[in-house]
Structures are given as C-alpha cells and as structure tokens.
C-alpha cells in the first residue's frame, strides 16, 4: 500500500514537471507546421528570409525579413509579435506603410499565431531569446 502511494506520488511529481515540456514541443510541433504552411514562402524554409531584405524593391516594399538570429524578430516583445502577425504591419508602421505581409486573423486561429512564434522562437540562439523574453516583460 505505502509502496503504490509512494509510486503514485512519484508519477504526479513527473507529470507536473515535464508536462509543461509536453504542451511546450507541442506547441512547437504545431508552429512549425503552421510556418510551413504560411510562412515559409516568403520569410524562407530556414527562417532565413528574403536576399536583400533591408533594400526595398522596385515597388517600395521591403523584402520579408528572416525570422533567425540574423534578423530582427528577436528585438521585439511576443505582445508585438502576435499582433503583427495577426493584424499585419500598418498599426504599427503607419496605415501608408505598404508590405506584402498579410494579416492572418481571418487565416489563423490565435493559438496557431502563438505556436508560430513560439517555433521561431525555439530556434533562437539563447542570447537572442534571453533579449527576446526580457523585450516581452
């Protein structure tokens, strides 16, 4: 009896440590899939965006920017990420900003969005994410 309680205890203290771990690769599962899908035409299969993404184009846009390191996602808060990423860039670049980057609130569902960013996020060297995470505070 004392041994079953002691061997019940010990599987709930695993369960509520790497459950989180779970739910986390799934959600990372689940992002990259999702970038897969919706990102990747344009921001690349690597995260590693368009050549020349800081010249604009003929048309005045710019090229999509890597998702990697050698971007600049990593510089904004996941607030700014997901609202970006659902609403698209004109709140917060100006409504005469133009870009091919859509908004995908009537393409995503919001938890899709999250695990987006947060598959971005997991490739990350943890300089960048530690930059990243005190960004999101």
């Known amino acids: ?12 203290a695993l369960l509520v440590l790497e459950f989180p771990r779970l739910r986390e690769a799934r959600q990372i599962a689940l ?3 999702v970038y897969a899908a919706n990102c990747a035409s344009c921001h690349g ?7 020349d993404w800081q010249t604009p184009l003929p048309s005045g846009r710019l090229p999509a920017p890597p998702h990697d390191a050698s971007g600049h996602t990593w510089h904004h808060s996941d607030e700014v990420l997901f609202n970006v ?13 133009e870009s091919d980057m859509p908004a995908f609130a009537g393409t995503l569902k919001d938890d899709e ?7 971005i996020k ?13 960004m999101t505070r």
């Not at 990423?85 to 900003?97: C, H, I, Q, S, V």
């Open 1 to 12: 009896m004392i041994a079953a309680l002691i061997g019940a205890a010990i599987i709930a």
């Open 31 to 33: 992002g990259q899939s």
């Open 45 to 51: 299969k690597q995260l590693e965006g368009q050549p």
């Open 85 to 97: 990423t659902r609403n698209g860039l004109k709140p917060y670049a100006g409504e005469n900003y």
């Open 113 to 119: 969005i999250r695990a987006a960013i947060e598959f």
């Open 122 to 134: 997991s490739t990350w060297p943890e300089r960048e994410r530690e930059y990243q995470r005190q």
